[in-house]
């Protein structure tokens, strides 16, 4: 049995899902996520520069762009709200800008750098990154993220319906013990 929780076309969750994503979107003011105004009072990431301010023209794939991308996504192809598909599309047009493209560096080489700045158009670095330069590229997080979204977009699908007939139950209690977790 699926443990996740997800939303269908039904009309009730068409109905209510893209009121939230309108709400969080409302600042966006151009195709650059880092222009999503955040509330003054928000506690501040460890991970977050220590002067970082709204207006900064830097966008976090780490811990911020990945996830709205697939969350995004998620939410345009259950509603067909062409407003959320809008906001997928111009994060996807971004990530595709922002791709690494180096003949000198062939490990870098279509990633994604853990933050960039769009106003110097360069990969970007916190004040907070301690032990991790600008040049870092986050294998699981901002790469898996992005790259599955933009699968799922050619493959016209969705996570929910991509796993829909997962097996994975099937050896969840032989890995779980195997891993020395309590289920």
């Known amino acids: 049995s ?3 929780v997800g939303c269908s076309s039904a ?14 979107f409302s600042s966006l003011r151009s195709a650059e ?16 520069a220590t002067d970082q ?10 811990y911020t762009a990945n996830f709205a991308f697939i969350g995004l996504h998620e939410a345009a192809y259950v509603t067909g709200d062409p407003a959320i598909r ?3 599309d111009k994060l996807a047009e971004f990530f595709c800008r922002i791709q690494v493209r180096s003949d000198v560096q062939p490990s870098l080489d279509g990633g ?11 990969a970007w670095g916190a004040n907070a990154d301690a032990g991790w330069g600008a040049w870092a590229i986050e294998s699981g997080w901002t790469q898996a993220w992005i790259t599955s979204v ?3 977009r050619c493959m016209k699908t969705s996570l929910w319906d991509l796993t829909a007939k997962s097996h994975i139950s099937r050896n969840a209690k032989k890995l779980i013990s195997e891993m020395g977790l309590k289920k």
């Open 53 to 62: 301010k709204n207006g900064d023209p830097v966008s976090d794939m780490l």
């Open 86 to 88: 809008k906001m997928e």
């Open 11 to 24: 009309k009730p969750d068409r109905d209510w899902l893209p009121a939230p994503f309108r709400a969080c």
């Open 33 to 48: 996520p880092s222009t999503l105004e955040v509330p003054e009072s928000t506690i501040p990431h460890p991970c977050v």
């Open 2 to 4: 699926r443990v996740s």
């Open 150 to 152: 933009l699968a799922m």
């Open 112 to 122: 994604w750098f853990r933050a960039f700045d769009f106003k110097r158009w360069e």
